[in-house]
C-alpha cells in the first residue's frame, strides 16, 4: 500500500492527486480490474493463446 505524507502546507486536494498517481504507478488499480470478476483457470490459458496468435 502506498504511503503519502502530508507536506508542509499542502492542500488536501494535492495529497490525493500524488497518492491516485502512486496507486497508479503500482499497477494497484489495474490489480483490483483484473480480480474483480472470478476467471476460470480454462478461459485465462485461452486468451493467453489468443493474445500470441495475434
Known amino acids: ?6 507536506r508542509e502546507g ?3 486536494d494535492s ?3 500524488r497518492f491516485k498517481k502512486e496507486c497508479e504507478r503500482e499497477g494497484i488499480l489495474s490489480e483490483i480490474k483484473k480480480r474483480e470478476f472470478y476467471v476460470p483457470p480454462s ?5 493467453k493463446k489468443a493474445k500470441k496468435r495475434r
Request: proline share 6%; glycine share 0%.
Open 1 to 6: 500500500m502506498p504511503a503519502v505524507e502530508r
Open 10 to 12: 499542502e492542500d488536501l
Open 15 to 17: 495529497l490525493i492527486k
Open 43 to 47: 478461459v485465462e490459458r485461452r486468451k
